[in-house]
């Protein structure tokens, strides 16, 4: 069991960047394949981003394309998600998620993920 605490949250204007850190406990972080998903006030939540294990392999959710990045550093058992061009659309409580996994594949879907954090809360400001 992987488990995962995110930081870096906060309030910023729009136009602003925010880089999220996602820790895991435990030394299977590197058999993980990781995903941020955000929840905004009232919505469902939402599919970020993905990472592979390998790291090799990344997936965006449109709204976010081009403007967030994720990313892992498992010497240092932590997943990034650098977020730029913020706009107050962005804002939510932002998780990580993870779930076992080797090689290049993807997760895009909250039920495939067995391990999220308490999430962090990201307000974008106009």
């Known amino acids: 069991q992987v488990q995962l605490v995110e930081s870096g949250g906060g309030p910023v204007q729009a136009g602003g960047s925010l880089r999220l850190s996602c820790a895991a406990s435990g030394r299977t972080f590197r058999l993980n394949a990781m995903g941020w998903f955000r929840q905004a006030p009232g919505k469902e939540r939402e599919f970020v981003a993905a990472i592979s294990q390998s790291g090799s392999r990344t997936y965006y959710a449109d709204s976010v394309k081009g403007r967030f990045t994720i990313s892992r550093d498992n010497t240092k058992n932590t997943v990034y998600l650098q977020m730029n061009s913020l706009n107050p659309e962005d804002t939510a409580v932002y998780y990580c998620?993870?779930?076992?996994?080797?090689?290049?594949?993807?997760?895009?879907?909250?039920?495939?993920?067995?391990?999220w954090g308490q999430g962090t809360q990201v307000t974008v400001s106009s």
């Open positions: 998620a993870g779930r076992g996994a080797i090689g290049m594949e993807v997760f895009t879907h909250e039920y495939e993920y067995g391990n």
